[in-house]
């Protein structure tokens, strides 16, 4: 049978030209081929993006969230009524403040990037160096640290919190076969929830659902390079990153590229296991273009900087104009959107 090439046209740009005191525009198609082999190359190693990310030690249910909500937003849990979850992580700016480093209560600054909340229950663990399990137990962290939310204790938060009535029915709502439903864990479980049901899908899973339309051709192209040079590697499954550890500059040292102010240890400072010196937990890419800055001391501001870095210390590769164009191109069909109800 004879092989036939499929052609889907879309309209990537328009060429303007001056006619007289008018503007002409002339639409010029540029045809997209199409590519079932990369399709299911991709299907394979991305599969799909649920639209919860469950958990069997806490059930997902309308009234926790909506609790977990109003506590995601609650600038009640720090110490002085200033941030919230939200400052850190701001669901209008899908879900970081894009600030290098964060600050915390009383304005001091935190000493890592604070990465995006979206899609993070699908993670493997929390923190740039894994060292809490889920986003319940993640949680728990910034509000007792005492450079973020600053709270002194647990019973001080479950204190405050008893004192204001709408708590009171919210919390009997999400846990109602508890007696004493406003308890620190509940708080975690409540929150958690909430951000389990933050899973942002964008046009590129509607590519990985077989439209093939749905890319460019560049970005396709981009997917190829992204695939093919080895970035699949760390950056694989439904989230794109986030499911394992990996040293930051396996080729080179991180910090003569990024430009670094100081030299982070990453796992190392955890675990005191000299394998894990500069280990990280490999990012997510889902909504990348829209996450800066870069890395996990907000060293690098663009994405096109970032992707070079990364393809140098990473897998000692020297990326040429094209090749990073067109690998930011296809980083950018990542980009979705949080949903409204989710917002303030």
Known sequence: MKKINLFIYLIPFAVITSCGNDNEVKIEEKPIESNPELLERAKGIFGNLPLIAENAENTITDEKVALGKALYYEKRLSKDNTISCNSCHNLDTYGVDNLSFSPGNDGTLGGRNSPTVLNA?????QFWDGRAKDVEEQAGGPILNPVEMAM???KAVTDRISKIEEYKVLFA???PEEKQPITYSNIQKAIGAFERKLIVHSKFDDYLAGDESKLNQ???EGLETFISIGCTAC????TLGGQLFQKFGATANYWEHTKSKNIDNGKFDVTKNEADKYVFKTPSLRNIEKTYPY???GS???LDDAVKIMAKIQLNKDLTEKETSDIVAFLKTLTGEVPSHYKQ
């Open 218 to 220: 560049q970005e396709k």
């Open 121 to 125: 229950a699908l993670h493997i663990s």
């Open 235 to 238: 950056h694989s499954g439904n």
């Open 295 to 297: 890395f996990h001391d």
């Open 152 to 154: 002194p204790n647990e």
């Open 300 to 302: 690098v501001e663009k």
């Open 173 to 175: 709502k999400a846990f």
